[in-house]
């Protein structure tokens, strides 16, 4: 199964169709006036749809199971074709297209075994995925392609060549998957003057996000937080609370971190753990949706 435990869980909808294409006017009638013998076909293939929506991961081996938090399905006649449509709602880290497709398909395959003793020249046909969202397609043009960054790494350690960043690197990589230009990327000390030299720097020279990761813990020398604050005009707390969130369902010490997010004027700062993973899921959490952020604050400027 693909891996998913790195995707953050949104509202996600997929509607589906099956058309039944029946041979005679007559079956059409049988079922508008509930006189199919083997009884109500609208309501029997719609349980049938219900019933295996929620068998969908039990068949395809690929599937992940998820919670299936609605489910409906409607049905359009026109001449002798019937349309079903059925569509699949949940809130989960990965979309429901299968899960529509094979309602669907179930829905179809009852009419068919329910009608079939009426009806000896019943057709399925055209299967297909109608629409979705949720996913991270819906919002892959949604974002500006414009935007710089600058990734400073505040390190004791790695700025006195003792050891490799790799965590500024990971911010980079994302960095670069969501279009954003890298303007610099810097190691320091952890020294508030450092710190904040750096923010002011960045900020005067009009580049849209500055990222810092390290500094965020509990000892003595983690001062990230303690720089970067007084110099913030405005905290943005829903970014720092869905890092802290994100990193929390992946190991327990996630709530130690002082993640720091916040503006000043219209450049977005940020303040993410030191540790390779605690940079890469902060990343992870927020990314590529706080850059809606630049719609509302450089949007008038640049657009």
């Excluded at 041979?23 to 006189?35: D, R």
């Amino acid at each position: 199964m693909v891996d998913i435990t790195h995707k953050n869980t949104t509202l996600r909808t997929a509607v589906a169709q099956a058309i039944v294409k029946v041979s005679k006017p007559e079956t059409i009638t049988a079922i508008e006036n509930n006189t199919v013998p083997k009884g109500n076909v609208f309501a029997m293939s719609k349980a049938a749809g219900l019933l295996g929506v929620k068998r969908t991961p039990d068949i395809l081996p690929d599937c992940h199971p998820l919670p299936i938090e609605y489910a409906g399905v409607e049905y359009k006649i026109n001449g002798l074709e019937i349309t079903v449509l059925f569509t699949v709602k949940t809130i989960y880290k990965t979309g429901v297209e299968v899960e529509a497709m094979h309602g669907a398909s179930v829905v179809a395959l009852n009419m068919y075994d329910m009608l079939k003793p009426i009806d000896k020249g019943i057709e399925i046909h055209t299967i297909k995925l109608l629409n979705k969202k949720g996913g991270k397609s819906d919002y892959k043009d949604a974002f500006r392609k414009d935007l710089t960054a600058a990734v400073v790494v505040c390190s004791d350690t790695i700025s006195a060549g003792h050891k490799k960043d790799k965590a500024g690197k990971a911010i980079i990589e994302k960095l670069k998957s969501c279009d954003v230009s890298i303007k610099e990327y810097v190691i320091i000390p952890d020294e508030v003057k450092d710190i904040q030299e750096k923010i002011k720097t960045y900020q005067e020279q009009a580049i849209d996000m500055v990222i810092y990761t390290g500094g965020t813990g509990l000892s003595g020398r983690d001062v990230t937080p303690e720089a970067i604050i007084p110099l913030l005009h405005r905290r943005i707390p829903g970014i720092e609370e869905a890092i802290r969130n994100y990193g929390q369902k992946r190991m327990p010490f996630a709530m130690l971190s002082r993640s720091v997010a916040g503006t000043i004027g219209d450049t977005l700062v940020l303040a993410l753990p030191g540790s390779t993973n605690g940079a890469k899921e902060s990343m992870d959490a927020i990314f590529p949706a706080v850059l809606h952020s630049f719609r509302i604050l450089k949007g008038a400027r640049h657009d």
